[in-house]
């Protein structure tokens, strides 16, 4: 919901002002409506019924894969597309992978979402309305901003987003900020109170292929994101974890093993590889592949893991789920 609006509604009908808390308060903890807000008066709750809408998004597709993620497709009041899912682990854990933007104007060449034409900047509201739409399905407890976007591009509404994350249930230690790499905001979360974790999207240790790849690397260039990212690890005392997508024939050499290796110090990043989501343009590097790829690390002393992939059967990567419905 539109927290804004809610708060202006309640001001204007003269209610106090603890009324506003009342009202998120059952949001976050999954309410379905505002007529579930049983220690709201009935006529304050037919009256925001008519003038807030109880969410920013509508849900315009889902999509429930097997293994028991669900990916959502929502639209904006504006007709923008957004999407985010909600991963669950056998352990219990339930993480949400949220969008920070409709689109991305980043065009990484690996990425459904870089494909699509930029929309907007998501305000606060609509980043939280994915997590509440999710809260109201089951108790969530991790988020991810690795939906569609660059969070640190909009990062005042992905902050002020994570700020109120902690009421639907997820920490800011559970919270984590995936990054091309843009350096005044890796800068800024280093300043930020809330202890929010950093992932880093590093994708080719060679600066000629990773710009070839992520052409943001032009903008921002890997050694400069690479000292932001240890400024990180000063200033907060925790790593920072490296996001790499296996592309067959591409980064996955015996030697771009070693060459990522010899940039990264152990003490400050944990290396995540990523099984390739095809979305057209290129192959994702087979199990062995990445398994080698990860000994290679390893033996470096590098600490590095497979991610384990969600929702392969319903196109659950970044982007895809617009892609298919454009
Ligand atoms: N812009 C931010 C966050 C969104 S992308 C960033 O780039 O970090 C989140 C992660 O998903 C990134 O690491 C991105 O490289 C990865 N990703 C994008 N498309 C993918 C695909 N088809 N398969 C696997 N990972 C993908």
């Known amino acids: 919901m539109d927290l804004e609006l809610l708060r ?4 204007d009908a003269g209610e106090p002002t603890f009324r506003a808390r009342q009202v998120w308060a059952w949001a976050a903890r999954g309410a379905g409506s505002y007529h579930a807000m ?3 008066p009935a006529a304050l709750r037919a009256r925001l019924a008519d003038a807030v809408a109880f969410s920013t998004l509508t849900l315009a597709d889902e999509a429930h894969a097997k293994d028991g993620t669900v990916k959502s497709l929502f639209h904006t009041a504006d007709g923008r ?11 219990g854990r339930r993480s949400l992978c949220l969008s920070s933007q409709s689109g991305c104007p980043l065009t990484c060449t690996f990425c459904a979402t870089g494909a699509m034409k930029f929309g907007r900047n998501l305000t606060a509201s609509e980043i939280l309305d994915q997590a509440l739409h999710f809260r109201r399905i089951e108790e969530v407890d991790h988020a991810v901003f690795m939906g569609m976007g660059e969070p640190m591009m909009n990062l005042d509404n992905v902050l002020a987003a994570c700020a109120r994350l902690p009421d639907v249930g997820i920490t800011h230690r559970r919270t984590a900020i995936s990054t091309v790499g843009w350096i005044p905001g890796i ?14 999207s590093l994708h080719a240790a060679d600066t000629a292929l990773r710009s070839q790849i992520m052409p943001v690397n032009d903008r921002y260039p890997l050694a400069d994101v690479l000292a932001a990212c240890v400024r990180f690890h000063e200033a907060k005392r925790r790593p920072v974890f490296v996001e790499y997508v296996m592309l ?20 400050v990043f944990k290396v995540n590889l990523i099984p390739y989501n095809p ?3 290129y192959d994702g590097s087979g199990p062995d592949a990445i398994d080698a790829f990860r000994a290679v690390l390893e033996e470096q002393g590098l600490r590095a893991t497979v991610r384990l ?7 659950a990567a970044c982007g895809q789920l617009a892609a298919a419905r454009a």
């Open 248 to 267: 067959a024939g591409v980064n996955d050499r015996y030697e771009q093993a070693v060459a990522l290796a010899e940039l990264l110090d152990p003490k």
């Open 38 to 40: 049983t220690d709201l």
């Open 8 to 11: 202006r509604t309640l001001a």
């Open 309 to 315: 992939t969600r929702g392969r059967d319903i196109a």
């Open 81 to 91: 597309a957004v999407e985010a899912v909600l991963m669950r682990y056998r352990d």
């Open 279 to 281: 979305t057209g343009s």
């Open 187 to 200: 800068d800024r979360l280093a300043r930020c109170e809330m202890p929010i974790r950093l992932a880093l």
